[in-house]
């Protein structure tokens, strides 16, 4: 049986890909460079997106036992980095915004994400553009507040 967190995570990678309208969600990928994972031979558009594990960043004991807390109320931020690769111009734009609007709407859909987490909050993305060549790459940083209570601390 998976933990918790694993639970949250996996059930939020679902909701990613569930969305016919991203690329397939990949957790925990290792890119080299922002180009690494987009096919660069392409003159269309390719897009990435990653879910990684990010922190916790509250741990709250919440029911005491004889031996302790008996449960945690935890907040864990989970990063969803997205990146779309093209040619300069608003074609380019479109396209990424369009799949910031597929990420949130994954998101909206069920935020309790079928009742695995108390809520999926998904915060304002951290926006960025990086170029290689006659190319250039929109991208996004996602942070997702996953909140739950588990019985342990993770």
């Known amino acids: 049986m998976s933990s918790k967190t694993e ?3 996996l059930a939020l990678l679902a909701a990613l ?3 016919g309208a991203l690329p397939e969600a990949r957790r925990s990928p290792v ?9 660069a031979c ?13 922190d916790i960043v509250q741990d709250v004991p919440v029911g005491y036992g004889p031996d302790g807390p008996s449960h945690h109320e935890i907040v864990r931020k989970a990063e969803i980095e997205f990146y779309v690769a093209g040619p300069e111009g608003d074609a380019l734009n479109a396209a ?4 910031l ?9 069920s935020y309790t994400l079928g009742g695995v987490v108390d809520s999926a909050d ?11 060549g006659s190319r250039a790459a929109r991208t996004a940083l996602i942070r997702v507040a996953l ?6 601390s993770y």
């Open 96 to 99: 990424f915004d369009a799949g």
């Open 42 to 54: 392409t003159p269309q558009f390719s897009a990435v997106l990653a879910l990684l594990d990010g």
């Open 7 to 9: 639970a949250a995570m």
């Open 122 to 132: 998904a915060e304002p993305p951290e926006l960025g553009v990086e170029r290689a």
């Open 147 to 152: 909140t739950y209570v588990s019985t342990r």
């Open 31 to 39: 890119f080299d460079g922002v180009f690494e994972g987009l096919d």
């Open 17 to 19: 890909k569930a969305s």
């Open 101 to 109: 609007q597929a990420i949130y709407d994954a998101i909206a859909a």
